[in-house]
T-cell receptor, first 111, second 112 residues
Framework: DGGITQSPKYLFRKEGQNVTLSCEQN?????MYWYRQDPGQGLRLIYY???????QKGDIAEGYSVSREKKESFPLTVTSAQKNPTAFYLC??????????FGQGTRLTVV | SQQGEEDPQALSIQEGENATMNCSYK?????LQWYRQNSGRGLVHLIL?????REKHSGRLRVTLDTSKKSSSLLITASRAADTASYFC????????????FGQGTRLTINP
């Protein structure tokens, strides 16, 4: 069953800890994106990748890192340098100039 | 930086009425897309309109695009309570790094 899967659905991070959010797709799409959404706000672009082994910073990349070693996978690491990481994180994928498909999101909370 | 800006930020109407949301953007685009988000969920694609198109329909949805004014509108006709959600426009640029950039969204509430 084709689609995009984010995990986990909920994630709790302690102060100073790095955490990694998973995003996997089996749609054979080249482009993948990570967005951050704060309550009642729009989506802000963190990182995006148009091809394996290449990615670009979005508008709010500080405190985050990504990798794109496989076409299917685009994990996002929230590092300890991100001072306010509590948010809803969304991963998306598209073929380029076509509709994007979104995962169900990961809600990250600092405890 | 947000490429698309939606207007209004919130809209509340009665069931059966039409809802209109507007989106403005800044740079030349390849296409503009509208998405819907139910609370706490991922986004669902509604409709894509390319820069050489002026109007597009899908069921109760009608989207227009005016590239000279860098604006788009989404009309939902005969609204239903189930249409209650947030609606976002997103743009993909013609040149340079291809990225999908979203606006702040319009929160639509349909009252029964």
């Amino acid at each position: 069953d084709g689609g995009i899967t984010q995990s986990p659905k909920y994630l709790f991070r302690k102060e100073g800890q790095n955490v990694t959010l998973s995003c996997e797709q089996n749609l054979n799409h080249d482009a993948m994106y990570w967005y951050r959404q704060d309550p009642g706000q729009g989506l802000r672009l963190i990182y995006y990748s148009q091809i394996v082994n290449d990615f670009q910073k979005g508008d709010i990349a500080e405190g985050y890192s990504v990798s794109r070693e496989k076409k299917e996978s685009f994990p996002l690491t929230v590092t300890s340098a991100q001072k306010n990481p509590t948010a809803f994180y969304l991963c998306a994928t598209n073929r380029g100039y076509t509709e994007a498909f979104f995962g169900q999101g990961t809600r990250l909370t600092v405890v | 930086s947000q490429q698309g800006e939606e207007d209004p930020q919130a809209l509340s109407i009665q069931e059966g009425e039409n809802a209109t949301m507007n989106c403005s953007y800044k740079t030349s685009i390849n296409n503009l897309q509208w998405y819907r988000q139910n609370s706490g969920r991922g986004l669902v694609h509604l409709i894509l309109i390319r820069s050489n198109e002026r109007e597009k329909h899908s069921g109760r949805l009608r989207v227009t695009l005016d590239t000279s004014k860098k604006s788009s509108s989404l009309l939902i006709t005969a609204s239903r309570a189930a249409d209650t959600a947030s609606y976002f426009c997103a743009t993909e640029r013609i040149q340079g790094a291809q990225k999908l950039v979203f606006g702040q969204g319009t929160r639509l509430t349909i009252n029964p």
